[in-house]
Every structure is written in C-alpha cells, then in structure tokens.
C-alpha cells in the first residue's frame, strides 16, 4: 500500500515562501504522475503543479506558474513544490497525490492520497 506524507506547510505573510515535502514509500517512477493539489472549504480540489516521472515534464495552474516549482529527489522517493510569492489566495490544503493513468493533474483520476497539510497566506 503506498503511502504519502506531506509536511512544510503552516502560516506565511503575503509574498514569502514555503516548500511543501511529499515523502512517498515507493519509487515515484512507479507512477504515471504525481502531483500537488489544493483544497478550500466549498470549492473542489484542484491540480496546482503535477509532475511526470518518465520523462521529467511538469504542469502547472495557470494562477501558479512562475511562482511554484515541482521537483523530486529520487534518492529520497520524495517531490517537493516550492512556493515563492505567496498570495492569500493560495491559502488551503495541500495534498500530494500519484495516478497510474495518463492524466496530468486531473484529480478524479488520481488514486492515491495523502493527508495534506495547511497553507495559510495572511498577514
């Protein structure tokens, strides 16, 4: 059973940083993708950054890019997003998440979850 834990969430004034860590119990090259999403009371969880191991290609939301970047540490099994310029609207849960279909950052077709750690943007 794969497991996922997320940490380095937690509270951060507008315009700072955090690095979000994912620690995975299998080799993320196992995968088709994995990916970092965002959930906010009342709305639906949406991809942010997802990343695909074979060949190292990555997505990201529009309302993210150039802001956060997905990496990954194969030697730790862990993928990482760093978050620079963090705006209030990026407030929520965060949870790390793989698929084994060919689907980037689509979050139905997600299988596999972890528990997700806040980001709160506030001053």
């Known amino acids: 059973q794969l497991q996922l834990e997320e940490s380095g969430g937690g509270l951060v004034q507008p315009g700072g940083s955090l690095r979000l860590s994912c620690a995975t119990s299998?080799?993320?090259?196992?995968?088709?993708?994995i990916g970092w999403f965002r959930q906010v009371p009342g709305k639906e969880r949406m991809g942010v950054s997802c990343?695909?191991?074979?060949?190292?290609?990555?997505w990201s939301s529009s309302s993210v890019k150039g802001r956060f970047t997905i990496s990954r540490d194969n030697a730790k099994n862990t993928v990482y997003l760093q978050m620079n310029s963090l705006k209030p609207e990026d407030t929520g849960i965060y949870y790390c998440?793989?698929?084994?279909?060919?689907?980037?950052?689509?979050?139905?077709?997600?299988?596999?979850w972890g528990q997700g750690t806040q980001v709160t943007v506030s001053s």
């Open positions: 990343l695909r191991p074979s060949d190292g290609i990555t």
């Open positions: 299998a080799f993320t090259s196992e995968y088709y993708a």
């Open positions: 998440a793989v698929t084994t279909q060919q689907a980037m950052c689509v979050t139905h077709y997600y299988e596999h």
